[in-house]
């Protein structure tokens, strides 16, 4: 970051706590504002936390957590909650309801009552959950529940069906909490050290242009940001505890800037407040757990996406503040590449978590979550090289994942040509697979229409027509899929059937010439038979 220039006349704010500042205004609106958009427009990056494995990955660790909580006795009148942080779009949580009860209603804890419940600040997005029609049937099932939670204020869930509230009055279960890619998009605090000294690094935001629109998301791309340091006392913050974690960089790291994660901590209190200190909580991010990982740190940079940014997660002091409340911190020993998972517990001696700690050893740290993205990233280069077999294999890895299927589309097709009827039953099975793990939320990419492209040329045009119809239900009326629902019709024999979807795609696009010479063609043939 530059030095401060001296325009104080022209500055939004001037050595403000990072934690305080307009930034974070900015972000607020900007989530507030788009709704679904921010992520089914590829604004904010959400994939990699928002897959069918990581899902899987999280179902073990909590099915780990509750043996270790049935082997120490669990109040049955009441469920157990588990609730996510900033469910943004809710493909998350679809995945992690498909994968979690495919084994949960299996197993020897079924008549354990689980309720999952989204939550996020915005009401658009609860709005955008309670009119999905595939979160619909978790729902009407009871075992799915939307609030809003403001994770900088509250300290107790109002459901949304009936009102219930979730409080400290009412909790009598362990919470699980789930953050997947929003600690690093809420508040936070920067601090330096140097020489053994504590400074506090303050934020001026300096507009490239004048402005009064404080609101304006886009705000956010017009500043300039710089940081100044200001000397300390490591006695900080009201809560000691937070005053400890900065105490202790003081003493061990120099020459470095840290971000202090006060905010998430904050939210963490209220938490152990609702939950009576019996607290499970995951979160996956971009972030530092380990004291290393803290050294030779420059001002906070912002990692931006669109008119939103991101920082990293300083999971590290998130870990000393639960040993230091007596809780536990797990996290995986080898550097990760892209994605960093922790666990936290709170309220169970250590020899009694023995299934979460190994379930966390088996799904997270083994093959975990970021192996696998890293995997995928070196694999999807190669998308056109795979045999049909080693892509069914990877589909079937990645736990039918339809962002892979996508990318190995082009493969898929060609490799129908050849492929035995063997092949063919197999694909025809992970196509259903694809499909009931599949959560859409509104992105470009029109899955069903893919998938029935691949039933249509393996002849199966009863299934193509099911899956264009999905098509037209998610995406509206488009010419070349009405066309297609035609062509399926026509396959089958059921011509007037044919005729009316090709006179719809007639009417979305007039000059659909393959369109119009189908239609001719299919009645030319009526003609022919009424004579």
């Not at 609730?83 to 943004?88: H, I, N, Q, R």
């Not at 035609?486 to 009417?507: N, P, S, T």
């Not at 030319?524 to 004579?531: A, E, F, K, N, Q």
Request: glycine share 4%; with cysteine.
């Amino acid at each position: 970051m530059r030095t401060i220039r001296n325009q104080l006349s022209n500055t939004l704010e001037q050595n403000q706590q990072l934690s305080k500042s307009l930034l974070w205004r900015f972000q607020r609106n900007f989530f507030d504002h788009q709704g679904v958009e921010a992520w089914n427009q590829g604004t904010v990056p959400h994939y990699i936390t928002s897959n069918p494995f990581i899902a899987r990955a999280y179902a073990k660790v909590i099915f780990g957590f509750l043996r270790d909580c049935h082997a120490q006795g669990l109040n049955t009148e009441q469920p157990i909650y588990i609730m996510e942080l900033g469910a943004g779009s809710g493909r998350f949580a679809y995945h992690f309801l498909k994968k979690f009860f495919e084994f949960f209603h299996r197993s020897p804890l079924q008549h354990i009552s689980v309720k999952y419940v989204m939550t996020d600040f915005t009401d658009h997005n609860l709005e955008f959950w309670r009119s999905h029609p595939f979160l619909y049937p978790f729902v009407r099932s009871g075992v799915l529940d939307f609030a809003r939670f403001d994770m900088e204020r509250d300290r107790q869930i109002t459901l949304d069906r009936g009102g219930y509230i979730l409080s400290a009055a009412t909790l009598k279960n362990p919470l699980i909490v789930l953050a997947n890619y929003v600690l690093d998009s809420i508040p936070s605090d920067a601090f330096s050290v140097r020489n053994r000294r504590l400074y506090e690094s303050l934020v001026t935001l300096i507009p490239s242009q004048q402005t009064s629109a404080l609101n304006d998301p886009k705000l956010i791309n017009q500043v300039e940001i710089n940081f100044e340091d200001h000397p300390i006392s490591s006695n900080y913050y009201e809560d000691p505890n937070f005053n400890k974690i900065l105490e202790n960089y003081r003493q061990r790291l120099q020459d470095t800037t840290v971000l202090f994660p006060s905010v998430a901590l904050k939210c963490i209190r209220n938490l152990r407040y609702l939950s009576g200190d019996r607290l499970l909580l995951i979160s996956a991010d971009k972030g530092h757990s380990h004291e290393q990982a803290l050294l030779n740190r420059h001002h906070p940079s912002l990692t931006r996406h669109g008119h939103c940014f991101s920082l990293m997660v300083n999971y590290h002091a998130i870990g000393r503040y639960f040993l230091q409340v007596g809780g536990q911190f797990l996290n995986v020993a080898h550097r990760h590449a892209s994605l960093n998972i922790c666990a936290f517990l709170l309220g169970f001696p250590f020899r009694d978590c023995v299934e979460t700690r190994l379930a966390f050893t088996e799904n997270i740290e083994q093959l975990g979550p970021d192996d696998f993205f890293t995997l995928k990233k070196a694999i999807e280069k190669h998308y056109d090289t795979l045999t049909l077999p080693q892509i069914l294999a990877l589909l079937r890895s990645s736990r039918w994942d339809a962002n892979i299927f996508l990318g190995c589309f082009p493969s898929l097709i060609q490799h129908l040509d050849t492929a035995s009827e063997t092949l063919q039953q197999e694909l025809y099975q992970a196509i259903e697979c694809i499909w009931d793990t599949y959560y859409p939320i509104g992105e470009q990419n029109d899955l069903a229409f893919h998938l029935a492209r691949l039933l249509y040329k393996m002849t199966y045009y009863r299934e193509a027509s099911l899956y264009l119809q999905y098509s037209l239900m998610l995406y509206g009326a488009s010419a070349n899929t009405l066309y297609n629902l035609g062509k399926c019709y026509y396959r089958l024999g059921q011509l007037d059937q044919a005729i009316e979807q090709l006179d719809k795609a007639l009417e979305v696009d007039p000059s659909m010439e393959a369109a119009r010479s189908m239609r001719k063609k299919i009645g030319d043939s009526m003609r022919l038979i009424l004579v």
